[in-house]
C-alpha cells in the first residue's frame, strides 16, 4: 500500500506544470495576439486566462436580436460563389467587455471533416460580414464585465451559405 502512495505521488508531482513555462495554449482554440492579424485597437479587459470559453457559462449565442437577427445580417450581405466547394468553415473570437469582438480565427473542413481550404471569395466574405456584426451581448461574473470566446459555423453547399451554427436552442 505503502509503494502505491509513493508511486501517485510521483506522478501526480510530475504533472504539475507552470502557466508561464508552457508552450501550450489553456484551451485549444485560445486565440494568441497576432499582430499581423489582429487589429491593434482590440483590447481585452481582463488577463488571457480570464477569457471566457463559450462552454463555461452555458447561454448559447449572445448576439442582440439572437439567431434570426444575425442570419439576416449574413442573408443580406452574402452572395454565393460558383464552385463545387462545400463543407464546414468555423470563424472563431473574442468578445470583450465592451462588447467588441476581435482576433478572429477561421478553418474550414469539408463535409467528412477533413481540413479543407476554402475560396477566398467565400472566406473573405464570411470574415467581412462577421467582423461587422456589433450586436455582442456584454457578460458578466460576479458583476463584473468578462471577455469571451464566441463561434459561428457556416455550411457551404457549392459556394451558397444554406446554414448558420450555433443553432437556436442547446
Not at 25 to 41: H, M, Y
Not at 118 to 140: H, M, P
Request: glycine share 8%.
Amino acid at each position: 500500500m505503502k509503494r502505491i502512495a509513493i508511486i501517485a505521488i510521483v506522478l501526480l508531482a510530475g504533472c504539475t506544470r507552470n502557466d508561464q513555462d508552457s508552450k501550450y495554449l489553456r484551451w485549444v482554440g485560445d486565440a494568441e495576439p497576432d499582430p499581423e492579424i489582429d487589429a491593434s485597437d482590440f483590447q481585452l479587459c481582463g488577463s488571457e486566462k480570464m477569457v471566457q470559453q463559450y462552454f463555461h457559462f452555458g447561454q448559447g449565442l449572445q448576439y442582440e436580436g439572437e439567431k434570426i437577427a444575425l442570419r439576416k445580417r449574413f442573408e443580406e450581405a452574402y452572395r454565393p460563389v460558383e464552385t463545387a466547394q462545400s463543407g464546414w468553415i468555423r470563424i472563431r473570437f473574442i468578445v470583450n467587455c465592451q462588447g467588441q469582438a476581435g482576433r478572429f480565427r477561421m478553418i474550414g473542413s469539408d463535409l467528412d471533416y477533413q481540413e479543407q481550404i476554402f475560396d477566398e471569395r467565400i472566406t473573405e466574405q464570411l470574415l467581412k460580414i462577421a467582423q461587422s456584426l456589433d450586436g455582442w451581448a456584454v457578460l458578466s461574473k460576479g458583476g463584473k464585465p468578462r471577455d469571451y470566446y464566441q463561434y459561428l459555423i457556416f455550411k457551404i453547399n457549392n459556394g451558397d451559405l444554406t446554414d448558420i451554427l450555433p443553432r437556436e436552442c442547446f
